[in-house]
């Protein structure tokens, strides 16, 4: 079981994390910011996320709302010292599957970890839309020309596939941009041209050099 562990406690991380290496066998990857947690969260893939509710730049709950709002469907547990009904509730709103008083015996988080997988292994189906020959599978976040995968990464395939939602609609950079990397995020509409660039290069090498289009002066979209 691959695990992501966001904790900015160093000396619980520490501990969390190697326990969970040791008594469960699995593997884990630990950060201690919030900022992290998304990023690690969107380019790997994880059978459960572990958030710790307050870490610096972006904590959990904001964590967890910004991955559902993108679709994401991994199983997330949050870890916090706030214990009142209102707050369970917010952390349940939030998108989290289950939660974790602190502090906690290891045991417990165990037993809760193979209740997340159990429940997480139930079949899903998968989402799929075509497009001028692409197949583009929103579960598995691939995308197929025949039998042949192109290799897209986090940002690229969530950018290819907002303008495939958005077919015959000119998008804006600044709505790309609040969609895709959050309207608070550290990059410029230069780093929406720049992964447009990437996107297109890769697209090109399947013929598809035609599918993105400039708008000159405002965004970019797909026509059908």
């Not at 707050?87 to 193979?114: C, M, Q, S, V």
Request: glycine share 8%; proline share 2%.
């Amino acid at each position: 079981m691959n695990i992501l562990l966001a904790e900015d406690d160093l000396q619980l991380g520490e501990l969390i994390s190697f326990m969970l290496k040791k008594k469960g066998g699995y593997k884990v990857d630990w950060v201690t910011e919030g900022d992290d947690a998304y990023e690690y969260a969107t380019a790997s893939h994880y059978d459960v996320l572990i958030l710790d509710w307050m870490m610096p730049n972006g904590d959990g709950i904001s964590v967890c709302q910004k991955l559902r709002s993108e679709r994401y469907s991994g199983a997330i547990l949050m870890l916090t010292a706030k214990d009142t009904v209102e707050d369970r509730i917010n952390g349940l709103d939030a998108g989290a599957d289950d939660y974790l008083i602190k502090p906690f015996e290891i045991d417990e988080l165990l037993a809760r970890l193979r209740a997340l997988t159990r429940r997480n292994y139930a079949p899903i189906l998968e989402e799929q839309i075509s497009i001028r020959g692409l197949i583009i599978n929103r579960t598995s976040q691939t995308v197929l020309q025949g039998e042949e995968e192109i290799q897209l990464s986090p940002r690229e395939f969530q950018l290819l596939d907002l303008l495939v939602k958005n077919k015959g609609q000119v998008l804006p950079r600044e709505v790309i941009l609040d969609r895709i990397w959050g309207i608070d995020a550290d990059v410029s509409t230069k780093t929406i041209d720049a992964t447009i660039k990437l996107l297109r290069k890769k697209l090109d090498t399947f013929g598809k050099q035609d599918l993105l289009q400039s708008i000159r002066g405002v965004g970019y979209k797909i026509e059908n």
